[in-house]
């Protein structure tokens, strides 16, 4: 898709803030420092369009940009914060909750994992929760310019078996640094974002 225009709606922090549409909607989660801003931003070919999300203190609210007037982006918080207290843990698990459970326009949500190391265990909840969920998942792989190409298959294959993928859910290597795989992020979210 040709981004000609993208518009950060609202940052909301409860359901009677989300936007009153009934446009499709993709969702990107990850840890803190994954490359979430970064791969969003590639998809909008903006430079600093979303922010990065890790900076503790900052209030925790889902982004939703809005492209062409078409379909919704909704940034997810960063998770995983090793500064963020406890509290504020538990207030984001609730708003993410809140929102997959009852966000009618969500066709899917990308979840970004790096592709260098193994799967968190706080990567396999956050995956297990979607299955739980049943909204289709992307998995992508971020920062896959730092591993070799002949080591891509293993990347793939440890996270698929690390976070236990189901058949049908995509795995895709990405990079920030050089685009790879941006039109395969692309493809899967023009075929899940209908509203
Ligand atoms: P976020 O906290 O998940 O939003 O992560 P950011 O997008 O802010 O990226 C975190 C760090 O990883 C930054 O230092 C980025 O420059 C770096 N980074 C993000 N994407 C890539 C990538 O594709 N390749 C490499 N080599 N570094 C990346």
């Given at each position: 898709?040709?981004?000609?225009?993208?518009?950060?709606?609202?940052?909301?922090?409860?359901?009677?803030?989300?936007?009153?549409?009934?446009l499709g909607e993709v969702?990107?989660?990850?840890?803190?420092?994954?490359?979430?801003?970064?791969?969003?931003?590639?998809?909008?070919?903006?430079?600093?369009?979303?922010?990065?999300?890790?900076?503790?203190?900052?209030?925790?609210?889902?982004?939703?940009?809005?492209?062409?007037?078409e379909l919704y982006?909704?940034?997810?918080?960063?998770?995983?914060?090793?500064?963020?207290?406890?509290?504020?843990?538990?207030?984001?698990?609730?708003?993410?909750?809140?929102?997959?459970?009852?966000?009618?326009q969500?066709g899917?949500?990308?979840?970004?994992?790096?592709?260098?190391?193994?799967?968190?265990?706080?990567?396999?909840?956050?995956?297990?929760?979607?299955?739980?969920?049943?909204?289709?998942?992307?998995?992508?792989?971020?920062?896959?310019?730092?591993?070799?190409?002949?080591?891509?298959?293993?990347?793939?294959?440890?996270?698929?078996?690390?976070?236990?993928?189901?058949?049908?859910?995509?795995?895709?290597?990405?990079?920030?640094?050089?685009?790879?795989?941006?039109?395969?992020?692309?493809?899967?979210?023009?075929?899940h974002a209908t509203g």
């Amino acid at each position: 898709m040709q981004v000609n225009d993208v518009e950060l709606t609202i940052s909301a922090v409860s359901p009677a803030q989300y936007p009153d549409t009934n446009l499709g909607e993709v969702a990107f989660v990850g840890r803190s420092n994954v490359g979430k801003s970064s791969l969003i931003n590639t998809l909008l070919q903006r430079n600093k369009m979303a922010r990065t999300s890790s900076t503790p203190g900052k209030t925790q609210t889902l982004n939703f940009y809005l492209l062409n007037q078409e379909l919704y982006f909704v940034d997810v918080p960063g998770f995983g914060y090793a500064k963020v207290s406890k509290k504020a843990r538990a207030e984001f698990a609730a708003m993410i909750e809140e929102y997959l459970q009852t966000r009618q326009q969500l066709g899917g949500v990308v979840q970004l994992v790096d592709a260098r190391h193994e799967p968190t265990d706080l990567d396999i909840s956050m995956y297990e929760y979607l299955r739980y969920y049943e909204v289709p998942v992307l998995v992508v792989g971020t920062k896959i310019d730092k591993v070799k190409k002949s080591q891509w298959n293993k990347s793939e294959s440890i996270h698929r078996k690390g976070l236990g993928l189901q058949p049908g859910d995509d795995w895709v290597p990405f990079s920030a640094t050089n685009k790879v795989g941006q039109d395969a992020v692309w493809e899967w979210i023009d075929q899940h974002a209908t509203g």
